[in-house]
């Protein structure tokens, strides 16, 4: 390196960072996240506190085909009946959401104006009388004993925000998305943050909060994200409870899966950028360092692909290591585009990828061009 010119040494600095971070995100960080976890006990408490009065909210738009199986569940699950409260906040239903949720036996069906998913949950819990706060998808089918496992963990009073083990179920036609295999991966890391420090991001289907934890965030900024990273730094933890399991249908095709990402990431660019995330006060060492492996990295993943690309093209003839690395960033590129013709797991993964890191990359330009609106609407298939 010492012979070549200032602009090559740059370049090569440029893609091996690139490329290192990449790995790292993906790979690195998870293993070092393992063989850290397995230095220390189980980080969930696990004992009995009791049967508090819990109040499960679910914010529903137009959700009449799925809400009345969705109450039944509910109140199917191993709770006493007493201290349950279902309480379905309809945002803005121009169906009978609200009709058929009553029918059903919710306890409490709000008929709330056209808001977004945060300030019907808002909602939901200024209705609520429960004590720790229970939150769902209206698609989402808990196990009979999930609540009780996903309570056990407030006995621990330091513990803000618990989220379970969401298993997603294909649809007819749905062997195109690999939502799934992501998704064991993703519930992997989650464990093991969990049990060093606290989950770096949750999931709607099936998560509770403490009501005197409870945030009012920003309507655009959704809980997954902006909550857990938020009770660390109120000095809260925020786990995981893999025996707090749901389910919930998948969205069948992977273009059905990009939309919904790219939606999604609209909704959670704000957090990373302006929401909180990047500041590292109140953290500590260990949970900052989860948050700018996982998250930051993560969403830094389109901007240093192309990165990678364009330095390695520009490295072309430098050495054989970079026409090697260019035909492998290439034939990511070639098998996505395959996997758009031919079903096999392989290409699939790849178009999965390539799909998921475009996703961010769009969820960014539609933010930074038209912001981010509050409402939401189910993707097609999940119903």
């Keep these: 390196m010492g012979d070549n010119p200032p602009s090559v040494v740059a370049v090569t600095i440029v893609f091996w960072v690139s490329v290192g971070l990449l790995v790292y995100a993906h790979a690195g960080y998870p293993l070092l996240l393992a063989l850290l976890a397995r230095t220390v006990p189980e980080g969930v408490p696990q004992v009995s506190g009791g049967t508090p009065a819990v109040s499960l909210i679910v914010a529903a738009h137009n959700e009449a085909a799925v809400i009345e199986a969705k109450v039944a569940n509910a109140l199917a699950l191993d709770w006493p009946r007493p201290n349950l409260e279902v309480v379905v906040a309809c945002d803005g239903c121009t169906d009978d959401t609200a009709a058929r949720a009553r029918d ?24 609520a009388r429960g004590e720790l706060l229970g939150f769902s998808d209206a698609n989402a089918s808990w196990d009979a004993g999930a609540l009780a496992a996903l309570a056990s963990p407030f006995a621990d009073p330091g513990v803000g925000y618990a989220c379970g083990q969401v298993r997603f179920v294909r649809a007819a036609g749905g062997a195109d998305n690999q939502e799934g295999v992501y998704w064991r991966y993703e519930m992997a890391v989650r464990r093991w943050e969990s049990r060093l420090r606290s989950v770096t991001a949750g999931n709607g289907a099936i998560y509770a909060v403490s009501r005197e934890a409870y945030l009012v965030v920003d309507e ?24 707090a399991r749901a389910t919930e249908k998948m969205v069948p095709t992977i273009g059905g899966e990009f939309a919904r990402k790219r939606r999604m990431t609209s909704h959670a660019w704000p957090i990373v950028l302006r929401g909180g995330m990047l500041s590292p006060r109140g953290y500590g060492l260990r949970y900052a360092w989860m948050i700018y492996s996982h998250r930051v990295l993560r969403y830094a993943g389109p ?75 189910a993707p097609e298939g999940t119903r």
């Design 104 to 127: 059903a036996g919710a306890d409490v069906v709000l008929e709330l104006s056209r808001r977004g998913k945060v300030r019907a949950q808002d909602a939901g819990v200024e209705a």
């Design 220 to 243: 655009r900024m959704g809980h997954d994200l902006s909550f857990p990273f938020n009770m660390v730094k109120r000095g809260r933890r925020a786990v995981y409870v893999p025996g």
């Design 303 to 377: 901007a240093l692909h192309v990165a990678a690309l364009a330095a390695n093209i520009a490295l072309v003839g430098q050495g054989l290591v970079y026409e090697v690395t260019l035909a492998l960033q290439l034939a990511l590129v070639l098998a996505a585009l395959a996997g758009m013709r031919l079903r096999l797991r392989a290409l699939l993964l790849a178009r999965y990828y390539v799909a998921m890191n475009a996703s961010l990359a769009l969820g960014l330009w539609d933010y930074l061009r038209r912001g981010t609106p509050p409402g939401w609407e």
